[in-house]
């Protein structure tokens, strides 16, 4: 059974900076890329950042290239999504997602398991 659990959320201001964790059992870690997704009150869920199995490739959105890095330890089957310079627009309950091979991707149909999301508000 595929498990994952995210944490790291919070309230923060703009220019702020906040690190998400996500843990990952069930799956062998290292051959399956991982996303962050993002999804605001009354819009649909977005993609944020993916990273490859081996860690060796990643992709970014627009919205968050250069504020945004994922990273992961395969050794603690952990990613990461550490934020930078955090904006009002970034407030969106995040989740992890793990991909259906080993190459990092930015749609949703990549990623067959989800966790249940962790909250992040960023204020002016």
């Known amino acids: 059974q595929v498990q994952l659990g995210e944490s790291g959320g919070g309230s923060v201001q703009a220019g702020d900076s906040l690190t998400l964790s996500c843990v990952v059992a069930g799956i062998t870690f290292s051959s399956t890329a991982m996303g962050w997704f993002r999804q605001a009150p009354g819009k649909e869920r977005k993609f944020v950042a993916a990273i490859s199995g081996k860690g060796f490739s990643t992709n970014y959105a627009d919205s968050v290239n250069g504020r945004f890095t994922i990273s992961r330890e395969n050794a603690k089957n952990m990613v990461y999504l550490h934020m930078n310079n955090l904006k009002t627009e970034d407030t969106a309950v995040y989740y992890c997602?793990?991909?259906?091979?080993?190459?990092?991707?930015?749609?949703?149909?990549?990623?067959?398991?989800w966790g249940q999301g962790t909250q992040v508000t960023v204020s002016p």
């Open positions: 997602a793990t991909g259906r091979g080993p190459f990092s991707a930015t749609g949703w149909y990549d990623y067959d398991h």
